[in-house]
């Protein structure tokens, strides 16, 4: 199996940073795209940002010029660091992997549990 282990939330005052980190780990064989989303209470999960194997990179607008995605592929962890926070960026955040694992042959999509930021005015 494919674990994704989130880290790097909690409470920060408007206009604060975070440095969120995922970790994939399990029997991979290759990870094609990881990336980040968010859900807000009585809200739907939305798409914040991604980074490809090829490095290329994708973000929502409400987080372009503020939040910047990364990847170290030798660790298989992905980061997204959030600048110039704002409130409504209040939500859990969740890391997404496409990943083939050993012995397959497609590529499936797992999700962490979620890191909690809390953005206070």
């Known amino acids: 199996q494919v674990q994704l282990v989130e880290s790097g939330g909690g409470l920060v005052q408007a206009g604060g940073s975070l440095r969120l980190s995922c970790a994939a780990s399990g029997s991979i064989f290759s990870i094609s795209a990881m990336g980040w989303y968010r859900q807000a209470p009585g809200k739907q999960r939305d798409f914040v940002a991604l980074?490809?194997?090829?490095?290329?990179?994708n973000y929502a607008d409400s987080v372009k010029g503020r939040f910047t995605i990364s990847r170290d592929s030798a660790k298989n962890t992905v980061y997204l660091q959030m600048n110039s926070l704002k409130p409504e960026d209040t939500a859990l955040y969740y890391c997404?992997?496409?990943?083939?694992?050993?012995?397959?042959?497609?590529?499936?999509?797992?999700w962490g549990q979620g890191t909690q930021v809390t953005v206070s005015s």
């Open positions: 997404n992997a496409v990943v083939r694992r050993s012995g397959a042959d497609q590529y499936d999509d797992y």
């Open positions: 980074v490809t194997s090829g490095g290329s990179t």
